[in-house]
Nanobody
Framework: QVTLVESGGGLAQAGGSLRLSCAAS????????MGWFRQAPGKEREFVAS????????YYSDPVKGRFTISRDNAKNTVYLQMNSLKFEDTAVYYC?????????????????WGQGTQVTVSS
């Protein structure tokens, strides 16, 4: 069992930055790939970014590529999402998720554990 707790959400102005954190407890964190997803009001949950078990490989959805950076610190059992140049359309609840096997994925069904989410609101 893995428990994930997100933090760092809040209100930001368009063009600003926020950094989300996701702290993991339970099974060996470094054995999991990690992902960030988001869900805007009235929309389906969508993939944002994923990072492999070592942190050596990551990839992003097109809407956030070049603006968001995913990283992890296995010593701290934490994954991060640095969000820069925020846009109004980035407003959503952001979820972190853990995937067994260590390799990245953009598919929600690949992830075994989910956090409760943290709200990000970007004002235009």
């Amino acid at each position: 069992q893995v428990t994930l707790v997100e933090s760092g959400g809040g209100l930001a102005q368009a063009g600003g930055s926020l950094r989300l954190s996701c702290a993991a407890s339970g099974r060996t964190f470094s054995s999991f790939a990690m992902g960030w997803f988001r869900q805007a009001p009235g929309k389906e949950r969508e993939f944002v970014a994923s990072i492999n078990w070592s942190g050596g490989w990551s990839y992003y959805s097109d809407p956030v590529k070049g603006r968001f950076t995913i990283s992890r610190d296995n010593a701290k059992n934490t994954v991060y999402l640095q969000m820069n140049s925020l846009k109004f359309e980035d407003t959503a609840v952001y979820y972190c998720a853990a995937k067994g096997g260590g390799s990245t994925s953009s598919s929600m069904s690949s992830y075994n554990y989910w956090g409760q989410g943290t709200q990000v609101t970007v004002s235009s």
